[in-house]
């Protein structure tokens, strides 16, 4: 029992995915080989793991891309060999997908195991982690709350990345007709709600908490008629703001039935929020407001600072740029600046989204204006 007689259970968060994609972007480029490995880990039809292939033959097959007995060439090979001890022994039979960034040249070494596949295998050698992959993945599967409640008990989950992220459970003692022998209906009455009242300030005040502790984006409240409006009326603002819909389970529904329907109301609203965006910043376009269209415009303002979220196909970031180096796809250079300025990258699947606008949009948190007296560009802040 807590202090305010509330028994709480919990389970340890995991570290988030969008943490590690910042701590990744902000690595500074250095002249040694960067292997960025993405492989896709989910069993073949006979329940076997399929990229040994992809190892021996893809991964192995870069080292003679290096110069014979240069210091580029022996870092890359530390790293091939560090990364098929990892695969070999490390890797956890449950992971969908499979991470991995090394430069042994310059100490570095990062695996990440997901419950969310990767789509294709992926090898990509440069002087930075290659992360449009990853960040496909935090922009497809984002970290959303759910609270299943009644008047006196409550669970609350975090889901991302089609696993349960955390677990906390909530229990306040029922209240009873005997507790309260002799006492009026009227004033038995008020007790009860009181007691309802408590119990729904204890879960909202976890559910913030868990919220906050784990940056869940998306809030889903689901239970009774008489708990819901009492969480409800109970929200902060800012968790208010987070609430997308209320789902229509009971505390007996199992954890794989709420996961379930959470993600299926997830894809709905994050669908129909994708349309509305990518709607305003036409109007916004179309009215020389705060967005620019097109992959030379979105790349300068991203360089510049001035893009706060990009919008772009699936189908045009996988391209490849004529002048890039290698086969880094113009999604990864989006990604890379984007993370270096705090920007938002959202990836749409289907290309009719932004078929007018070239495949790519981003609003802007400032405009370039042109100076009335002398007619030079100059930067000044607007207010969205």
């Known amino acids: 029992m807590t202090e305010k007689g509330t028994a709480m259970e919990m389970q340890t968060a995991t570290p988030s995915l969008a943490e590690a994609l910042d701590r990744l972007g902000r690595r500074a480029a250095v002249r040694f080989p960067v292997l960025s490995l993405y492989l896709n880990a989910q069993p073949d039809n006979r329940g076997k793991d399929n990229y040994a292939a992809?190892?021996?033959?893809?991964?192995?097959?870069?080292?003679?891309?290096?110069?014979?007995?240069?210091?580029?060439?022996?870092s890359f090979e530390q790293d091939v060999a560090r990364i098929e001890r990892y695969v070999s022994d490390e890797v956890r039979a449950?992971?969908?997908?499979?991470?991995?960034?090394?430069?042994?040249?310059?100490?570095?070494?990062?695996?990440?195991?997901?419950?969310?596949?990767?789509?294709?295998?992926?090898?990509?050698?440069?002087?930075?982690?290659?992360?449009?992959?990853?960040?496909?993945?935090?922009?497809?599967?984002?970290?959303?709350?759910?609270?299943?409640?009644?008047?006196?008990?409550?669970?609350?989950?975090?889901?991302?990345?089609?696993?349960?992220?955390?677990?906390?459970?909530?229990?306040?003692?029922?209240?009873?007709?005997?507790?309260?022998?002799?006492?009026?209906?009227?004033?038995?009455?008020?007790?009860?709600?009181?007691?309802?009242l408590h119990h729904a300030k204890?879960?909202?005040?976890?559910?913030?908490?868990?919220?906050?502790?784990?940056?869940?984006?998306?809030v889903f409240l689901a239970g009774d008629d008489v708990i819901v409006p009492l969480l409800q009326d109970e929200l902060p603002k800012d968790l208010e703001r987070k609430v997308v819909s209320v789902l229509r389970l009971d505390i007996?529904?199992?954890?794989?039935?709420?996961?379930?329907?959470?993600?299926?109301?997830?894809?709905?609203?994050?669908?129909a929020r994708g349309r509305e965006s990518v709607e305003r910043l036409r109007g916004q376009l179309r009215a020389g407001g705060l967005a620019v269209a097109g992959v030379r415009e979105v790349l300068e303002a991203?360089?510049?600072?001035?893009?706060?979220?990009?919008?772009?196909?699936?189908?045009?970031?996988?391209?490849?740029?004529?002048?890039?180096?290698?086969?880094?796809?113009?999604?990864?250079e989006i990604v890379q600046r984007a993370l270096a300025t705090s920007s938002r990258v959202r990836f749409a699947e289907n290309p009719d989204l932004l078929a007018d606008l070239g495949g790519i949009v981003a609003s802007l948190r400032y405009r370039p204006v042109v100076s009335s007296r002398d007619n030079s560009p100059v930067e000044r802040k607007v207010e969205a």
């Open 202 to 218: 204890e879960v909202v005040e976890a559910l913030h908490r868990i919220v906050a502790e784990d940056r869940a984006e998306y």
């Open 302 to 332: 991203l360089e510049k600072g001035r893009a706060d979220e990009v919008w772009i196909t699936t189908a045009l970031a996988e391209t490849v740029p004529t002048e890039s180096r290698g086969s880094i796809p113009l999604g990864d």
């Open 94 to 196: 449950s992971a969908n997908g499979i991470a991995l960034f090394a430069c042994s040249a310059a100490d570095f070494f990062e695996a990440l195991q997901l419950d969310a596949p990767i789509e294709r295998h992926r090898l990509t050698v440069g002087d930075r982690p290659h992360l449009y992959p990853l960040a496909r993945v935090v922009d497809r599967y984002p970290r959303h709350a759910v609270v299943l409640a009644n008047t006196n008990h409550a669970r609350i989950y975090v889901f991302g990345r089609g696993r349960t992220i955390d677990r906390e459970e909530l229990a306040s003692e029922k209240v009873s007709r005997t507790d309260v022998g002799g006492w009026s209906q009227l004033r038995y009455q008020r007790h009860v709600e009181d007691h309802y």
């Open 252 to 271: 007996r529904s199992r954890e794989d039935e709420v996961r379930s329907a959470a993600a299926e109301a997830l894809a709905e609203h994050v669908a």
């Open 54 to 74: 992809f190892l021996r033959k893809d991964l192995r097959g870069r080292v003679k891309d290096f110069e014979l007995r240069s210091a580029e060439r022996e």
